[in-house]
């Protein structure tokens, strides 16, 4: 099973030391050592059930516990220098204003892949090291994973830098998937409510900020209120930003827009897909406006 950065891993760490202020952003990337499409996997280290990677910082070996829940923080008994600054601990119930230092990272480095100019916060994590029962440098958080482009394979127990090219089997499967789903697509844009009605699953499920749908009857009747009685017609389009297949069942991540006269809709989405009886049904579809200001919410 492959986890990637986007995935909430509910810690210790993350429900204590989640920063509501993000770290700067480094300065530079480097790109792979190697010219090919295989990813490069580093071996994982445990605390109790959580990952631990090795970091180089400034060419010097970290112990880092990985959790895509929290931002990335360094124990302050790892790195003496920095200055204070104000931040906000942010809990599952409240935030809390402290003061911390900050570090500035001359070189942080995973595998093959360079962060360069990294400013972090550093604070006591001796707790969390001694509930590990080993030193702990850091916390690895989504943002730097996002930045390392890091993949979490928990199954193999290791971390992947960027993000293996499918193999032919994947790309037979979603190139069958994307094919199915072209006609509802086009039963959306002609307001053919019965034809994208055999598009969902009968559990399907519809979210966006402005609620949840649940069912094939209802996310249905929701767009047929919605949408299909304007004149003229709205259209809707998809860009597929990346896509995954595990056995029957794709994964994809996209940009969509939704337009008409009156109606301009753009976002980003999760949608869900799998071959049931010969058909493709969708099974979720998890979507965002990327501007909710200027945006009418599907």
Same mark, same amino acid.
């Given at each position: %099973?492959?986890?990637s950065s986007g995935?909430l891993?509910?810690? $210790?760490?993350?429900?204590?030391?989640?920063f509501?202020v993000? @770290?700067?952003?480094?300065n530079?990337q480097? *790109?792979?050592?190697?010219?090919?499409?295989?990813?490069?996997?580093? @071996?994982? &280290?445990r605390?109790?059930?959580? =990952?631990?990677v090795?970091?180089q910082?400034n060419?010097?070996?970290?112990? $880092?516990?990985?959790d895509?829940? *929290?931002t990335?923080m360094l124990?302050?008994?790892?790195f003496?220098?920095?200055?204070?600054?104000e931040?906000?601990v942010?809990?599952w119930? &409240?935030?809390?204003?402290l /003061?911390?230092?900050v570090v500035?990272?001359g070189?942080l480095?995973l #595998?093959?892949?360079v962060?360069?100019g990294?400013?972090l =916060?550093?604070i006591?994590?001796?707790?969390?090291a001694k509930?590990?029962?080993?030193?702990?440098?850091?916390v690895?958080g989504?943002?730097l994973l996002?930045?390392?482009?890091?993949t979490?394979d928990? &199954?193999?127990?290791v971390?992947?830098?960027?993000?293996?090219?499918p193999?032919s089997?994947?790309?037979?499967?979603? *190139?069958? %998937?994307? &094919?199915a %789903?072209?006609s509802c697509?086009?039963?959306?844009?002609?307001?053919d409510? *019965?034809?994208?009605a055999a598009c +969902?699953d009968?559990?399907?499920? +519809?979210?966006? @900020?402005?609620g949840e749908?649940? #069912?094939?009857?209802?996310?249905?009747?929701h $767009?047929?209120?919605?949408y299909f009685g304007?004149? =003229?017609?709205v259209? +809707?389009?998809m860009t597929?930003?990346d896509q995954r297949?595990v056995?029957?069942?794709v994964w994809s991540? !996209?940009d !969509?827009t939704i337009e008409?006269?009156n109606?301009?809709?753009?976002g980003?989405?999760m949608m869900l897909?799998?071959k049931s009886?010969d058909?493709? !049904?969708?099974?979720s %579809?998890h979507?965002?406006p990327?501007? /909710?200001?200027s945006?009418r919410?599907?």
């Amino acid at each position: %099973m492959r986890i990637s950065s986007g995935w909430l891993l509910g810690t $210790f760490a993350s429900l204590l030391l989640s920063f509501a202020v993000q @770290p700067q952003r480094a300065n530079a990337q480097t *790109a792979h050592t190697t010219a090919n499409t295989n990813s490069t996997e580093i @071996p994982l &280290q445990r605390c109790d059930r959580l =990952p631990v990677v090795i970091v180089q910082v400034n060419d010097a070996d970290k112990r $880092f516990l990985i959790d895509t829940a *929290a931002t990335s923080m360094l124990n302050e008994k790892s790195f003496v220098s920095g200055h204070a600054k104000e931040i906000r601990v942010q809990s599952w119930n &409240q935030t809390t204003a402290l /003061s911390a230092r900050v570090v500035s990272i001359g070189e942080l480095k995973l #595998g093959s892949h360079v962060l360069r100019g990294v400013t972090l =916060p550093a604070i006591d994590l001796t707790a969390l090291a001694k509930a590990c029962g080993a030193p702990l440098d850091g916390v690895l958080g989504v943002d730097l994973l996002e930045q390392l482009g890091v993949t979490i394979d928990l &199954q193999r127990s290791v971390a992947r830098l960027g993000i293996a090219a499918p193999s032919s089997s994947e790309v037979t499967v979603i *190139a069958e %998937m994307e &094919q199915a %789903m072209h006609s509802c697509s086009e039963a959306f844009n002609d307001a053919d409510a *019965a034809k994208l009605a055999a598009c +969902f699953d009968p559990d399907f499920v +519809f979210s966006s @900020p402005a609620g949840e749908l649940r #069912g094939r009857e209802q996310a249905t009747n929701h $767009f047929r209120q919605t949408y299909f009685g304007l004149t =003229p017609r709205v259209h +809707f389009s998809m860009t597929t930003k990346d896509q995954r297949a595990v056995g029957n069942v794709v994964w994809s991540l !996209y940009d !969509y827009t939704i337009e008409s006269a009156n109606i301009h809709t753009s976002g980003r989405g999760m949608m869900l897909c799998r071959k049931s009886d010969d058909h493709w !049904y969708i099974l979720s %579809m998890h979507e965002s406006p990327l501007d /909710s200001a200027s945006n009418r919410a599907r």
